[in-house]
């Protein structure tokens, strides 16, 4: 199934089912990494949602790994960044390497003064709660997983990292259990659970 037919069909179908404590995709397993030609035809909104997915699970996991908070904010200031990359970029490359690349560079580059900060538990409402449209709260969710599906992949395993690839789409829908939950009690920063607890659960 392509990246443009799987969400086309969430508002249809969902792409996951819920189960406690988080949940297991549908028989067509998780959507693999995007590439940047994947994403010819989708609007600007919704590729600026995709690397803001990434750019703040980028800087989420560099503030909790280094605990360099100065570089985390510059990663975080990096949206028009990592956009422009999607827009640039070589349709046959991975999107959140690519993107990954080009924060990198922006934040090394000394006269770059760009600094952002981390959404928060105030913005799940924005995000996860209507305030976007549904392909926007998918994209976002997409950039989170490409981003985390390659660190751990890196830094663990293929296994661990498709497993945590699997769980952290489940929130691309809101029609699951995990969902609900968490726009009950969203996590502060708001990237933390969704990094996190699929990251420990797959660890087990």
Not at 53 to 79: H, K, N, P
Not at 126 to 140: C, I, Y
Not at 184 to 199: M, N
Request: glycine share 6%.
């Amino acid at each position: 199934m392509t990246i443009k037919r799987l969400i086309a069909s969430l508002g249809m179908t969902g792409i996951a089912a819920a189960v406690i404590p988080m949940a297991q995709a549908q028989d067509e397993g998780p959507i693999p990494a995007v590439y940047i030609g994947d994403l010819d035809g989708f609007s600007t909104a919704e590729k600026m949602a995709y690397a803001i997915g990434a750019v703040q699970t980028m800087a989420y996991m560099e503030a909790t790994t280094s605990e360099d908070y100065a570089l985390a904010a510059c990663i975080a200031g990096q949206e028009r960044v990592a956009y422009q990359t999607l827009i640039a970029g070589d349709a046959d490359d991975l999107a959140a390497i690519e993107i990954e690349a080009s924060v990198q560079e922006a934040c090394e580059n000394e006269t770059n003064e760009s600094t952002g900060t981390l959404l928060r538990a105030s913005d799940a409402d924005e995000w996860f709660g209507g305030g976007r449209s549904e392909t926007e709260r998918a994209m976002f969710v997409l950039g989170l997983s490409d981003i985390t599906f390659f660190r751990v992949y890196t830094r663990v395993d293929e296994e661990v990292s498709t497993c945590v690839r699997e769980m952290t789409q489940v929130i691309m829908t809101a029609d699951n259990a995990f969902s609900e939950s968490f726009l009950e009690a969203p996590s502060d920063p708001l990237v933390e659970d969704l990094v996190d607890k699929p990251v420990n659960v797959c660890l087990e």
